[in-house]
């Protein structure tokens, strides 16, 4: 028999806040949407990213993709020197779903692909993540998802039973790894599907947010 949910998880970036490197290298190329698009996709790129989220310093990460693009070193130190300008706005419909889960008595908690060295800024950007009940950083264990190890860690840390756990992640990659470690994932594609979702679950959620 299946339990009921005690606890859902989000995931942050895309899911309960915008991050966008965007947001910052639209004033670097002076509104050049090619040029920036093609240093993104080919300079700092997600997979380049994803190696900071994993636990590598940005000096390292940096320091190496500037001396293999020279040309570029201003725009790649960029990246860390002013990556608070990556962050947006919180998706105030999604949280608006974390409040009333845990208004219901449910336990609300965070895991999340991000280096340890720019949540500090995250945090104090948004004072609502301090009402989560457990926080999980990939940047902090060295963990980063799909793998399903870091879905297994914070299921530990906070000693949580998987069957009795919601996963909401916008990448279905996260999804399938947090299903394969038996919990119950759902794919983000917008608050108004999630909010359905989880309604649909049996929790006590209203069936919109007005």
């Known amino acids: 028999m299946t339990p009921p949910i005690t606890a859902v998880t ?20 002076d509104g050049d949407e090619a040029a920036m698009e093609h240093f993104l996709t080919n300079v700092t790129n997600l997979e ?22 020279p040309d570029q070193a201003d725009l790649i130190r960029a990246y860390h020197a002013r990556w608070e300008e990556m962050l947006g706005d919180a998706f105030h419909d999604t949280l608006a779903i974390v409040r009333e889960v845990r208004a219901a008595g449910l336990r609300t908690y965070a895991l999340s692909n991000w280096s340890s060295e720019t949540f500090a ?25 799909p793998d399903p190890a870091i879905f297994r860690e914070f299921l530990r840390r906070f000693a949580l039973d998987p069957a009795a756990t919601v996963y ?14 038996g919990m119950r994932a ?22 919109s947010a007005t």
């Open 48 to 69: 380049w990213n994803a190696k900071m989220d994993a636990g590598r310093p940005f000096s390292q990460g940096v320091a190496d993709l500037a001396a293999a693009h």
């Open 186 to 207: 759902i794919q983000f594609v917008g608050a108004d599907a999630l909010r359905a979702e989880l309604r649909s679950m049996g929790l006590p959620l209203a069936e």
């Open 10 to 29: 989000f995931d942050l970036g895309g899911v309960l806040i915008d991050w966008n490197p965007r947001y910052l290298y639209r004033k670097l190329f």
């Open 121 to 145: 800024t995250t945090r104090r950007h948004f004072a609502w993540l301090a009402d989560f009940d457990g926080v999980l950083i990939s940047g902090d264990v060295k963990l980063a998802k």
């Open 168 to 181: 909401v992640d916008d990448w279905d990659l996260n999804v399938a790894s947090a299903n394969a470690v």
